[in-house]
């Protein structure tokens, strides 16, 4: 089996041809026509049928992996023989970005680290290319290199620039871990044998909200016992 040309392109179809040999290594005939040509990649399981020996195929041979052209032909009264070659399919010309980070929401502080991949039409990637990429995002967040940030909490756009292409995708900062929690009210004035509601809010250490923590947060009165959230006063306060 000999492959005609160079490693071929996704979506490309280069042509093969099938040569038997003699006993002394020389070639019998191009017996192409007559042949059943195939390209089985190793990541599907399904031979790919190669028309007239050109094979075609729209993914991208990927990394420790190898595509193989098997050919079969079995001559007038003969028994049948085959053979097999490798055939790299190269990705296309990029034509768009991808993006990719680990995580699509981060805590407050916390940056996120961003991949970026041309592609062809066919989504075969071309390479990483985040070190050689201009990195953006929407105020106040801020991107160094290809990590981005926030302390405030929020929904921000992230966007890729490479070779004249551009790529955008969503960062949602939420907040970090409580460090404050905030009583409310600040100051109450109650008549004896009342009690006064209280609540309580807690916040990250860059002063985003976390949400009301009232009834996770144990409320005490010096010389009284509190109910809960509410704190009653027996006697008046000096």
């Known amino acids: 089996l000999r492959r005609v040309g160079r490693p071929a392109r996704a979506g490309g179809a280069p042509r093969g041809s099938v040569l038997p040999f003699g006993p002394a290594g020389t070639s019998l005939a191009d017996v192409t026509p007559q042949s059943t040509v195939t390209l089985l990649r190793q990541s599907a399981s399904t031979p790919i049928a190669c028309p007239q020996a050109a094979c ?67 989504e075969n990637a071309t390479g990483e290319v985040s070190a050689s990429a201009q990195f953006t995002i929407t105020a106040p967040a801020r991107c160094q290199a290809y990590y981005c940030s926030s302390t405030v909490t929020g929904t921000y ?58 009834t996770s947060t144990a409320f005490s009165l010096p010389g009284g016992s509190c109910a809960a959230h509410v704190c009653p006063r027996p006697t008046a306060t000096p």
Do not use: C, K
Not at 98 to 117: C, D, H, K
Not at 186 to 214: H, L
């Open 56 to 122: 075609s195929t729209t993914w991208a041979t990927q990394p420790n992996y190898l595509d193989t052209v098997t050919a079969s032909y079995t001559p007038a009264g003969g028994t049948a023989l085959s053979d097999a070659t490798t055939l790299t399919v190269l990705p296309g010309a990029a034509t768009h970005l991808s993006i990719q980070q680990l995580n699509a929401s981060t805590p407050a502080g916390v940056r996120v680290r961003y991949y970026l991949f041309p592609r062809d039409q066919y």
């Open 157 to 214: 756009l992230v966007g890729a620039t490479y070779g004249g292409m551009s790529t955008t995708t969503n960062l949602t900062v939420v907040p970090d871990v409580p460090t404050t929690l905030t009583l409310s009210p600040a100051y109450a004035t109650v008549t004896v044998g009342t009690g006064q509601a209280y609540s309580a809010q807690a916040y990250d250490r860059w002063g985003n909200g976390i949400g009301d923590e009232t």
